[in-house]
Structure formats: C-alpha cells, structure tokens
DNA sequence: TCTTAAATATGATTTTTATCATATTACTTC
DNA sequence: GAAGTAATATGATAAAAATCATATTTAAGA
C-alpha cells in the first residue's frame, strides 16, 4: 500500500517533531541512525520532504532539518502523498482502471471500506498529534 | 499492500471459477486478454499457481486450466498467500521488525484495525463466494 | 573574505519486480 | 507411434524502486 519510501518519510519527520525545534536542527547523520534507514536514502528523501514544504532546512554551518509550525500540522497524510503521489493511494485494489463505487470490481466491497478508513485516518493525524501520543509512550519508539 | 502478481493471479483464479471446469479448460491465449495481462507474464502465474495447487491444469491437446472443487474453496488470502509470500502479508506498516500488538510502532493503532478486517476478509471470502457474487451482479466485470 | 560545514542537485549503481522468449515435456488424436 | 497441441521449466530482458556517491551551493564564524 506505501512504498518504502514512504515509510521512511514519517518515520524521519516524526523522529524530527519530536527531536528538534527551530533553534535545534538536527543534520541527516544525525537521522540516519535512530531511525535506521541508510543515510545516503534519507538524505535524497529529506531533500524532497523539504522541497515540499514538509519539513523545513537550512544549509551551511549550524544547519539541519526541523519542523517548523506549519509542518507539524500536515497530516501523515500529506507525507505519504507527496512521496508516493495521488494515483498509487487511490488505486484499485485490483488495478482496474474503472472500479469505482456505482461500478466496483469484485474486491471492492471486501476492501474499500477499510482502505478509506485507513485514508481516513492518516488524514485526519497530525505529525503533531503522533509525535504527541508518541511521546506519552502509547506507542514506543526505535523507529 | 499486494503486488501486481497478486493481483493478477486473482483475476485469473476468478476468471477461471466463473468460466471453466473440468470439461472446459481453457488456454492461456484466452485468459490473457480477457483478464487484461500479458500473455507471457500471466503464463508464468499459472504455472506457479498450478505448482501450489490453487489451480489445475493439463497439458497437451484439450488442456488447459480450470478449478476443480478443491481449488474452488481456497480463499483470496490463500492466493496472495503464494503469490507474495507470508511476510509481506503481516509486514508493519513502518516496517519494524519489532511491532506488535503489545508494543505498536507509532501507526500501529491507526491502521492495524483495519488492515486485520482487510486480511479476514480476503480469508474468509473462498474463490467460490467470490465468483458467485460476480455472477450475481454484485459485482460487474471486465477484469 | 576565507574556511568549513551543512543541505542540494544530479546522476550512477544495485536490487527487485514485471515482462518476454523459448526449448522441453506430456497428453490426444489419428 | 507420429504429429501436433498445450502446459512447464528456465532463463533473458526491461522497467521501476531502492540505494549509493559526489560535485555544487549556501550559510556561519574566524
């Protein structure tokens, strides 16, 4: 359903709402580690999550990546979309190009519903709310 | 979630539940087209869908493939299952080695409810349901 | 303003997945 | 039992995703 990528993609911007703030950017090497994806990948990653306004950066001496107010309030959502793209999250379980709802394919029904609850969901969170319920240990970290 | 393979393979397990029997086989040339996959590749499918026993087949003059009472009470699931695999199937959703249900990484709660349903689902529909129902109307075809 | 430290841009390599091609084997029919 | 037909085994190629590498740009601090 997400690609690695994505995967990767929340886990780093989460790992940064909850580890930096303006005043304490934290560089790709610094990342890599902790949330265990190799740095060279992270880096193309962050870079894109930045370009998108997902994350925010600054370069030079001092610099690094941190979540700035506007990007703690995207949703999980946002994050998978912008690495993943629209057309892969709305696919057709069975990659029909026409099921729809007034036409379904055959799986439609045994799926749909929880897909567009899981849509729904990491719509409706915020990087800030999981980084908030994150550090209230109602879900334990090693990302 | 599933692989291209997967997908296909249930189109075609479907395909042949609803067209073929044992005193109708049918070829691989005409499940192709229909099904909408390519020919080689939908081959290929069939052939290892046939080594697993998900489907039969016979070779030679007449041949072909059908389903036959056994294969036609296998469940979706069992066909994704041979297809991609087992750890795809129960893969986290971040893909930590390490989730589960007494230590959820930090999208387990978001989405494990409705991934399970999804999973029971597929488990608890047989090819045969599944069939019928498209038969019904419930669900329209062009696969 | 020079040096250094960091992200950025770009693209090469590797691995995985998807797709294609073909020689071999088995079954029918004549 | 020979000829033809269809699946099977095997592996080659192509495309996409994941991973790695590096030269360039920007900012900080001396």
């Known amino acids: 359903m997400f690609s ?6 929340i886990k780093s911007v989460l790992f940064l709402a909850i580890n930096s703030t303006e005043n304490k950017k934290i560089m790709v090497k610094d990342i890599s580690i902790p949330i265990n994806v190799p740095k060279a990948y992270i880096a193309k990653l962050l870079q894109e999550l930045a370009k998108k306004n997902m994350i925010s ?3 030079g001496p001092k610099g690094g990546f941190y979540l700035n107010e506007e990007n703690l309030n995207r949703t999980v959502l946002d994050v998978v979309r912008v690495i993943d793209g629209e057309k892969k999250l709305n696919a057709c379980m069975l990659s029909l190009k026409k099921c729809n709802e ?3 394919c055959p799986l439609h029904n045994i799926l749909s519903e929880s897909r567009n609850k899981i849509l729904k969901n990491l ?3 915020r990087i800030k709310d999981l980084a908030y319920e ?5 879900s334990f970290l090693p990302l």
């Open 4 to 9: 690695n990528s994505s995967k990767y993609a």
């Open 57 to 59: 950066s600054v370069r």
């Open 102 to 104: 007034e036409k379904p």
């Open 123 to 125: 719509k409706n969170k």
């Open 134 to 138: 994150v550090t209230l240990g109602n």
